[in-house]
């Protein structure tokens, strides 16, 4: 009885801890950006590393910045509810599932978000790895829906690592967050091998 109710009360204050560590953080940080040299079309399908939700939302809201919709597909695990409550000030909607569970549940509501003319983001390894890997719901919604693939992440001047699945490192405050955005990655005519390996550079030169 006493876990479950500090589970409880972990779980109802982690995501305003979790908000609250990532604004003090990005304040605090020096932003460097690299970015595209062309406009990215709408919509696009937007993927970075799990290990690299916590500062990435920033990165996406100023490629995207409000009103602009945007839509992140977050898995039903209890993990996703933190993760959805401790993103409330980007004003992200949210589709439920992956490719562990709800799969095709939450590729049809992308398909469908993607025709509206709105992005999608996805954390390709999540939400339980192996880190580093690309889903193929990645290529089957950019195949689909004709879009491109964009992948952004950052790299740190100085940095925390957690003993986490998806190598997760927090930046340490006042030091440099290197963002970097990937050129539009168009997978038409590849096979999935193909354009998973080719997401799957441009994410790792993101982080690089």
């Known amino acids: 009885m006493k876990n479950r109710t500090l589970k409880k009360i972990a779980h109802k204050i982690s995501p305003f801890l979790i908000s609250l560590a990532q604004q003090f953080i990005y304040i605090t940080c020096k932003k460097v950006y690299e970015l595209p040299k062309g406009e990215i079309p709408y919509p696009a399908i937007w993927v970075c590393w799990h290990g690299q939700l916590l500062m990435c939302p920033y990165l996406y809201r100023k490629m995207r910045p409000l009103p602009m919709n945007g839509s992140a597909i977050v898995s039903e695990h209890a993990h996703g509810d933190i993760a959805i409550r401790a993103s409330k000030k980007f004003k992200f909607n949210f589709i439920r599932g992956s490719s562990r569970k709800g799969a095709v549940k939450a590729l049809v509501q992308a398909i469908s978000v993607l025709k509206k003319g ?77 354009a998973n390996e080719k997401v799957k550079a441009a994410l790792m030169r993101c982080m690089s």
């Open 118 to 194: 709105e992005d999608i983001a996805i954390t390709p390894d999540g939400p339980i790895g192996p880190v580093y890997s690309i889903s193929d719901g990645v290529s089957a919604l950019a195949l689909k829906c004709n879009v491109p693939v964009v992948a952004f992440g950052y790299a740190l001047s100085a940095f925390w690592q957690f003993k986490s699945w998806d190598k997760a490192k927090m930046p340490k405050p006042f030091s440099t967050i290197i963002y970097r955005v990937s050129e539009p990655i168009y997978i038409s005519g590849l096979t999935k091998d193909e």
